[in-house]
């Protein structure tokens, strides 16, 4: 057994849809010390009290103490915009007391954050200024950060690699632009201090397999699969699914996404986690003085088109969708598919789970809670 004590991670967004996921990839490793912080703007405490239920009926019969600390949750609802309530989570364990950060909060309503911009500046721009600046004070100095393949906007070859430019449309991929920006600025300050990696995330799907935890989302899912899902539920009470054009340079004309498992993207963070330890490789080449900062795509490096979408979902649940196509939404692109060659070859990142392992874990998660966690013990 190792006599390592456990490193303390503080996940921000722990209780949402990736972050829950993450947290259940780091407690399987019995490595790391989980703290939460999350305001459950968009979550609720359940989800964090389902995950540490799947730690603690995965520890071995004979867990050490230590094993059975690492499948309890440090909780706090904070809110990342109120530094207070965010010095506080950090002074309850001191200087050095948390080892790294994986930072998930955010809005994510590429919509909505065309109509309330400031709002989304402030949430994910502000609140991770006001993050970095209390991690320093705290000699918290790694950081994990959640991206998104929009930062590419319409990328100009496809697979994507990380060399694209990033050139978000919206405000929402604006903010992560900025947050990347801002986070290789101060690995550049201060390049023996900081260590930071950015992933960014093509489209996450599925749950983990239990169905104790899943993606929830509030109000009408803004997202395919999970429309499909609350659509066999009968949550979503559509007659016809809308297909937003069949006339893309696409091989059946409708857009094409790079689907991944949650769980397949929650393990690259454990992944990214571990290259900020000290004797990381993926640090190797740099020189002394140069910024230790890296972007990584976490995609299967595989497209599907919504129509390939609706079919598994077919498959996976036995109903019956019906769509129409309506015509081209303002602001999507053909096809965002990612090259993921240099997460796997510098943090052995891969995503080997199927659309259909996916497409029946999710499923599987709708059913046994069909109000999300509303309604559920
Ligand atoms: N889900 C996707 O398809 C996708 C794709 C690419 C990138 N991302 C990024 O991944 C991250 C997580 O996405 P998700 O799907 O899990 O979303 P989510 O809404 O389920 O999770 C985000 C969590 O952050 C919390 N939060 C938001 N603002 C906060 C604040 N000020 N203080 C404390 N907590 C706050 C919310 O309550 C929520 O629990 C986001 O940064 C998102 O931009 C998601």
């Known amino acids: 057994m190792s006599e390592e004590p456990l490193r303390r991670v503080l996940v921000t967004g722990g209780a949402g849809y990736i972050g829950s996921h993450v947290i259940y990839s780091l407690q399987e490793t019995r490595r790391y010390k989980v703290v939460s912080v999350d305001n459950h703007h968009n979550s609720t405490p359940k989800a964090l009290v389902r995950v540490a239920e799947i730690a603690r009926n995965n520890l071995p019969t004979d867990a050490s103490d230590k094993d059975k ?70 000699d918290c100095t790694r950081i994990v950060y959640s991206s998104s393949a929009t ?42 201090t ?3 990696l950015s992933l960014r995330y093509f489209n996450p799907a599925g749950a983990h397999p239990s169905g104790l935890i899943g993606e929830d989302p509030r109000g009408r899912p803004g997202n395919l699969l999970p429309l499909l899902a609350q659509m066999a539920i009968g949550r979503v009470k559509d007659p016809l699914l809308k297909v937003f054009g069949n006339d893309y340079p696409t091989p059946d004309g409708t857009c094409v996404r790079d689907y991944l498992h949650v769980l397949d993207l929650a393990k690259g963070h454990l992944l990214a986690l571990d290259a900020l330890a000290p004797d990381s490789r993926v640090f190797a080449g740099i020189a002394s003085g140069q910024p230790r900062f890296k972007g990584y795509n976490l995609g299967k490096g595989k497209g599907m088109s919504v129509l390939q979408i609706v079919e598994a979902m077919r498959k996976a649940t036995g109903f019956d969708y019906k769509y129409e196509i309506i015509g081209r939404r303002k ?21 080997p789970q199927t659309l259909e392992t996916m497409c029946r874990d999710l499923w599987n998660w709708q059913t046994k809670n069909p109000n999300g966690y509303d309604g559920s013990a």
Request: glycine share 8%.
């Open 151 to 192: 930062v590419y906007g319409t990328p100009p070859v496809i697979p994507i690699p990380e060399t694209t430019r990033l050139q978000a449309h919206s405000p929402y991929g604006k903010t992560k632009v900025m947050c990347e920006n801002i986070i290789e600025d101060i690995c550049s300050a201060e390049p023996d």
């Open 69 to 138: 600390d690492s499948a309890e949750i440090d909780a706090f609802q904070a809110d990342l915009t109120k530094p207070d309530e965010i010095r506080k989570v950090f002074a309850t364990y001191g200087k050095g007391g948390i080892w790294g950060v994986v930072h998930i909060a955010a809005y994510k309503a590429v919509g909505e954050s065309t109509e309330i911009p400031l709002t989304y500046y402030a949430n994910n721009v502000g609140a991770t200024i006001s993050l970095l600046q209390i991690m320093k004070e705290f």
């Open 194 to 196: 900081w260590r930071a």
């Open 331 to 351: 602001g999507d692109v053909p096809d965002l598919t990612a090259d993921p060659s240099l997460a796997e070859k510098e943090l052995g990142f891969t995503a």
